[in-house]
């Protein structure tokens, strides 16, 4: 049941509808919106995970800490996660970007987008945030079997696969929700398409 919701409405309307993909659990294929850019849409859909993931209390030092994205190796993002960010909270908690964090302040992000374009610079990330809890989030085709939570691709369509495996590793929650829309789901060892 892979559900890449399909979106026809051009401008806000159409942000609005792929904002709200997640909240609604859109059963359909989805397009990105006509002229809006892929980072803005992925940004979106970076503040949408932090409402839906559980994420343990011991990776935030305080109940009121914010969250921190991360955005390791290419960054196509430009000033777009700031933008979304801005002003807003999930969880009674505000947004903080780092862009190419060092090694040392990696214990410190929640949500981590790789960027890598080489597939052994993001397999090298991908085992140093594997002991984290982090939500890793990239779009290279093989991230799901390189050990990645979330593949995320916003080309021509939006479509999203899921590693339930790794994201139980480092004892995030990923909810019914976020696994009806995903377009791949691996559990136990086995990807399915779901639709």
């Known amino acids: 049941m892979s559900v890449q919701a399909r979106v026809r409405h051009p401008g806000c309307a159409g942000v609005a509808v792929a904002l709200l993909l997640l909240h609604l659990a859109a059963a359909a294929q989805s397009a990105v919106p006509a002229g809006e850019p892929r980072s803005r849409v992925e940004a979106a859909f970076l503040r949408n995970f932090a409402r839906y993931v559980g994420w343990p209390a011991s990776a935030f030092e305080g109940e009121r800490a914010n969250w921190t994205v991360c955005v ?23 947004f903080v970007v780092l862009h190419d964090p060092a090694p040392e302040r990696l214990s410190a992000c929640h949500i981590a987008y790789l960027g890598h374009a080489s597939a052994a610079r993001r397999r090298a990330a991908l085992d140093t945030l594997r002991r984290l809890p982090v939500l890793t989030v990239g779009d290279a085709p093989e991230f799901l079997q390189e050990g990645g939570i979330i593949r995320l691709s916003a080309g021509e369509h939006i479509e999203m696969g ?3 495996d790794e994201a139980r590793r480092v004892s995030l929650v990923i909810p019914a929700k976020m696994l009806e829309v995903a377009r791949d789901v691996v559990d136990n060892g086995v990807q399915r398409r779901r639709r």
Do not use: P, V
Not at 72 to 94: S, V
């Open 162 to 164: 899921i590693n339930l």
């Open 72 to 94: 390791l190796g290419e960054d196509h993002f430009g000033d777009a996660l700031e933008r979304t960010f801005e002003g807003r909270a999930e969880q009674g908690r505000g």
